[in-house]
């Protein structure tokens, strides 16, 4: 009698965990890229709470906002929150997370600044000493679990309320497949869109890199571009 091994079958990259029961708190929630996040999650039905340097400030746009969504401090929005969106302006990056340290310890922080800089020529791309925002922030929070995810996503298009649907891939890089994984189904949380695994960490230069080139291909055409990736 012989007997063979048998390997199990790969695992379906399109079978995603239920993240309904999740709490999402967006760190500078209050700005345009913030808010529409905010808007376009809670709208799914996610818990979202979103966070401001001041309380009251946070809580007047998460009125604005409605379907649900709440306001708070930094340090609360990151305390109560399963997953924390990093949405703040470059400048204010690292100062931000090395303040929350402690409250985001343990929790899954997606990254998703892009670190830019502006002359008569337009956008370019910066390189933080890290290597990328999305490192900066894995060095800035050792104890958290960090991901990189939504830098691509048009603020005017996420606002749009006449818009049912977004139409975009969101490339999501990290180190650990199930943290990964929970990004990917946040954001195919959100109707139109399509969390795709785009790499470790150490590849999120360039991928922050591109808003350089898409904020000149709007330029050029007048649009709000995404991104789709091909064949899969």
């Known amino acids: ?30 700005g345009e890229q913030g808010r529409g996040l905010a808007y376009r999650l809670a709208k799914a039905g996610q818990q979202v709470i979103i966070g401001s340097r001041a309380a009251d400030r946070a809580q007047e746009v998460a009125a604005g906002i409605g379907h649900g969504v709440e306001g708070a401090d930094n340090a609360e929005c990151a305390r109560r929150s399963d997953i924390v969106i990093v949405a703040v302006p470059w400048d204010g990056h690292a100062k931000t997370l090395e303040s929350l340290r402690e409250e985001l310890a343990g929790k899954l922080v997606v990254d998703c600044v892009n ?31 960090v991901a990189a995810a939504f830098h691509h996503l048009s603020a005017v298009l996420l606002q749009d309320t006449s818009l049912e649907e977004i139409d975009t891939d969101v490339m999501v890089l990290g180190e650990e497949r199930a943290d990964v994984e929970l990004v990917q189904a946040l954001a ?44 899969i």
């Open 115 to 145: 670190p830019l800089g502006f002359d008569k020529k337009g956008a370019y791309a910066l390189k933080p000493e890290e290597g990328s925002a999305a490192e900066q922030a894995a060095a800035l929070l050792p104890d958290s679990r």
């Open 1 to 30: 009698m012989t007997t063979t091994d048998s390997k199990p079958a790969p695992k379906d990259p399109w079978d995603l965990p239920d993240v309904s029961g999740l709490v999402v708190g967006v760190l500078g929630g209050t």
């Open 188 to 231: 195919g949380r959100i109707p139109g869109m399509r969390g795709v695994f785009a790499g470790r960490l150490r590849n999120a230069h360039q991928v922050e890199s591109l808003v350089a080139n898409l904020i000149s291909v709007n330029r050029r055409y007048k649009a709000h571009a995404g991104l789709r990736v091909t064949d």
